[in-house]
């Protein structure tokens, strides 16, 4: 409240969302590791891609994401392109997001 009176929505959702931390990378030698064994992974796979409605269906779930930072997923376990990966067959969600996708 400021004065008695509620904050607008639209406006107490941008102070949330300026509050958050900023997410961080895995470390350049983590995201070459993560990288690697994804990159074998998507070769074993084929080299197979996801239709235009899943690769899409996967952004419109990434976009969002407070593990998001730019095009960067920021989980330990991943540090990819999200614009890249989301393309891949082979690949999932950190955060298992992709589920059923």
Known sequence: ???????????????I???RPEPKLPSKVRMVKNFAKAAAKHIGDGLR??????????????????????????HESCGCFIDKKAWWASEECPLDKWFGV
């Open 17 to 19: 969302e300026q509050a």
């Open 49 to 74: 891609k996801v239709s235009i409605q899943e690769y899409q269906d996967r952004l419109d779930i990434c976009n969002p994401c407070n593990m998001r930072l730019k095009n960067r997923c920021t």
């Open 1 to 15: 409240m400021r004065n008695g009176q509620t904050i607008p929505p639209q406006e107490r959702d941008a102070l």
